[in-house]
């Protein structure tokens, strides 16, 4: 059994680490909230957007073909939404994870370029392949001014032909205890070709190939700023999670060390009057 000395040590250090938790947990609950807010929010606009757009699908034209645009896929860059910090359990891993699977198996024989967002994805996929470009700045400002540059700036290397396929990696937003690792393919735009989309009437105004040169950009931006709203509110939904976690294990494991404690001072306080007893018996004797 440890002695007194080592246990107060112990109960104070892993107090201490209760205390840090706690405060974490706290002010990534406050975090959440607001990022919960904002995803909750833009949903409905985004999921609009994208039913338009696919409603549409069936219906484009010359317009919008250079987004749409089918190549031999030789050339993939995957984007890898993650975080800047850690501690928020298997948020990070997950995505690592994802990436890692879909470059050994959906495009094993492709020539594979990443491009990470946030710094924990970062430091462990260049160790394996190629990064295009690390964005950590997003983050200090997730504006959907800044996630349109991003997007813009995607976009562009899909028309320049760098990349043939562009697809997106992020953890789509449940509730704070929950988290879905989505894919989704960026570019090129998927066609729906059903019939119930043949058959949609829409009264176009100024014009089709005005509106529709507009909306496919305007859409792919809320696609991209969508994946990284889900990705932050994720963040701090899975790091309020971990700490919640960790706060408990901590106060379970400062319980157990104090009952240690008040059995090893115990034990020394009986050992003592034991000791005085013994030594007033060999004086008396």
Same mark, same amino acid.
């Given at each position: 059994?440890?002695?007194?000395?080592?246990?107060?040590?112990?109960?104070?250090?892993?107090?201490?680490?209760?205390?840090?938790?706690?405060?974490?947990?706290?002010?990534?609950?406050?975090?959440?909230?607001?990022?919960?807010?904002?995803?909750?929010?833009?949903?409905?606009?985004?999921?609009?957007?994208?039913?338009?757009?696919?409603?549409?699908?069936?219906?484009?034209?010359?317009?919008?073909?250079?987004?749409?645009?089918?190549?031999?896929?030789?050339?993939?860059?995957?984007?890898?939404?993650?975080?800047?910090?850690?501690?928020?359990?298997?948020?990070?891993?997950?995505?690592?994870?994802?990436?890692?699977?879909?470059?050994?198996?959906?495009?094993?024989?492709?020539?594979?370029?990443?491009?990470?967002?946030?710094?924990?994805?970062?430091?462990?996929?260049?160790?394996?392949?190629?990064?295009?470009?690390?964005?950590?700045?997003?983050?200090?400002?997730?504006?959907?001014?800044?996630?349109?540059?991003?997007?813009?700036?995607?976009?562009?290397?899909?028309?320049? $032909?760098?990349? =043939?396929?562009?697809? !997106?990696? &992020? #953890?789509?937003?449940?509730? @704070?205890?929950?988290?879905?690792?989505?894919? *989704?393919?960026?570019?090129?735009?998927?066609?729906?070709?059903?019939?119930?989309?043949?058959?949609?009437?829409?009264?176009?105004?100024?014009?089709?190939?005005?509106?529709?040169?507009?909306?496919?950009?305007?859409?792919?931006?809320?696609?991209?700023?969508?994946?990284?709203?889900?990705?932050?509110?994720?963040?701090?939904?899975?790091?309020?999670?971990?700490?919640?976690?960790?706060?408990?294990?901590?106060? $379970?494991?400062? =319980?157990?060390?104090? !009952?240690? &404690? #008040?059995?090893?001072?115990? @034990?020394?306080?009986?050992?003592?009057?034991? *000791?005085?007893?013994?030594?007033?018996?060999?004086?008396?004797?």
């Amino acid at each position: 059994m440890a002695n007194l000395k080592d246990l107060r040590s112990r109960i104070i250090s892993v107090s201490s680490t209760m205390q840090i938790t706690s405060a974490m947990k706290m002010v990534s609950a406050a975090k959440l909230s607001r990022a919960q807010d904002a995803i909750t929010q833009m949903r409905p606009y985004s999921e609009k957007l994208t039913q338009l757009l696919q409603d549409l699908s069936a219906t484009l034209d010359d317009a919008s073909s250079k987004y749409a645009e089918e190549r031999e896929v030789n050339n993939v860059l995957i984007v890898a939404v993650s975080s800047n910090k850690g501690l928020a359990g298997a948020f990070n891993t997950n995505i690592i994870k994802a990436v890692k699977y879909k470059a050994k198996n959906d495009y094993k024989a492709k020539n594979i370029d990443i491009y990470t967002v946030g710094k924990k994805a970062n430091d462990i996929l260049k160790k394996e392949y190629d990064i295009y470009k690390n964005n950590t700045e997003i983050y200090d400002d997730l504006s959907f001014e800044n996630a349109s540059a991003i997007a813009e700036e995607l976009m562009q290397l899909f028309l320049d $032909e760098k990349y =043939d396929k562009i697809v !997106l990696v &992020y #953890n789509q937003f449940k509730n @704070a205890a929950t988290q879905f690792v989505q894919h *989704e393919q960026f570019l090129p735009i998927e066609q729906f070709d059903s019939e119930e989309n043949k058959q949609l009437d829409y009264i176009f105004e100024p014009s089709k190939l005005e509106i529709v040169k507009d909306l496919i950009p305007k859409s792919l931006k809320m696609q991209f700023f969508k994946a990284l709203r889900d990705s932050f509110a994720s963040e701090h939904g899975a790091r309020m999670t971990a700490m919640h976690k960790a706060t408990e294990n901590a106060t $379970e494991l400062r =319980d157990d060390l104090k !009952l240690s &404690y #008040n059995k090893a001072r115990q @034990a020394s306080i009986t050992n003592e009057i034991l *000791e005085i007893v013994g030594g007033a018996e060999a004086l008396n004797g």
